[in-house]
């Protein structure tokens, strides 16, 4: 149980038990089990402390110094810890639901079965801290120092939800979006569908370029992703590019005057083996010396000249777009599978290429055929949204040379490259 004389001192306020302390560093403070609920203990120093099974629920700890202290089994829930000292403190089996712990120190504090659900940990520093097996449904967790935390067996779920553990702290949140979310997982599947990195040096005289590029690349149901070297990075930019180049479906890069372009290229060409990149230059322009040592990579496309911004947008789907899309379905299809079985389509980018094509089927001349094949292309988008290749490739079959021509024609190529396999 608490030393009474110890309680009495805190609650005459955090001045009269710090000068106490001060007075007698010898004597460890016990408030075992003391209810201390919703206290104002803000610069409190309770070192050392025992406060094992205490209750500090809402209590305000804020800048309190809490290093070395038993915390076992102590209830907190909703205090206020932010810039606590909590280094070394043992808090097993400690109750944190929605304690705020913002840039506070846990540095080699031990919080195993501790339930971390809903709490606030921004900037906190877990420096050497072990979290095994804490819950932490619900946490927000940014700018986090992990560097030798344990963190294993971390439960995702609530306590009234099938028990689901993950070994990392920053992705649990992102982990559990994805098994509970639908609309993540179908965004996910968007950005790495239809994401297109668009890479250049775009100055103010040359940004009408960029404009007219990003809108294009809309009006096609892509998604434009834009990294403009014009404008200064405080980041790093070499991490920032590979990120985004994992999320693309291809990448443009406009190599028009911009040593930045070709660095980042030499990052991101060696390492990204399926990712079709297609350069573009400004006519009279010469291409940088090792632009052709990159050409080597066979998913690195011929370098597509512009002289206007007129020109380069009547000639997109031609000479941009339709030969990166190409270049997708090449790399996405060329190879065999580890069993020997081929690989299975882009079905979520085909349904939306087959939308496309229904849609310009509809406003041809030709109504002789114009029912029958709309019918099939319907059919082969249903079966693809479905996750279903053979039957997609089945009614594409029936569509018929006549879709094809037009599938060639508006520059779906995932489209047209099936059209032509079911064939």
Known sequence: MANEEH??????????????????????????????????????NLSGADLYKANLAEANLVNANLSKANLILTHMNQAN??????????LEGAELYEVDLRNANLNGAKLIGADLTHAALIRTDLTDANLSGCRIYGISAWDLKLEGTTQENLIITDRDQAEITVDNIEVAQFIYLLLHNEKIRHVI????????????????????????????????????????????????????????????????????????????????????TSLAVQPILLRGQPEFI????????????????????????????????????????????????????????????????????????????????????????????????????????????????WTLGIAERIGVAVATEAIKKAM
């Open 189 to 272: 599947d968007t950005i790495t569908s239809k994401a297109v990195l668009i890479l250049g040096r775009f100055t103010l005289e040359r940004k009408a370029v960029l404009d007219a590029l990003r809108e294009e690349l809309r009006e096609r149901d892509l998604l434009p992703v834009v990294f403009d070297f014009s404008i200064p990075a405080s980041l790093d930019v070499t991490e920032t590019i590979k990120v985004l180049a994992g999320l693309a479906r291809f990448v443009i890069a406009d190599i028009t005057d911009a040593t930045e372009v070709r660095v980042e290229l030499h990052n991101i060409i060696p390492h990204f």
């Open 81 to 90: 810890l932010r810039l606590a000292n909590l280094c070394e403190a043992h």
């Open 7 to 44: 309680v009495a001192l805190l609650k005459q306020g955090v001045y009269v038990w710090n000068r106490w302390r001060e007075e007698n560093p010898g004597i460890r403070p016990n408030f075992c089990q003391a209810i201390l609920f919703g206290r104002y203990l803000s610069e409190a």
């Open 290 to 401: 090792s632009m052709q040592h990159l050409k080597n990579f066979p998913w690195v496309l011929p370098s597509f000249e512009y002289d206007s911004q007129e020109y380069l947008l009547a000639n997109l789907d031609k000479s941009v777009v339709g030969p990166a899309e190409a270049k997708v379905s090449e790399l996405r299809g060329a190879k065999p599978r580890a069993d020997g079985s081929q690989p299975t389509l882009d079905l979520p980018r085909l349904a939306e290429e087959l939308k496309r094509l229904r849609a310009a089927m509809k406003e041809a001349d030709d109504k002789d055929e114009q029912d029958e094949a709309i019918g099939a292309v319907a059919a082969a988008e249903k079966a693809a949204i479905k996750g279903d290749s053979p039957t997609t490739l089945q009614h594409l079959k029936a569509a018929g040379k």
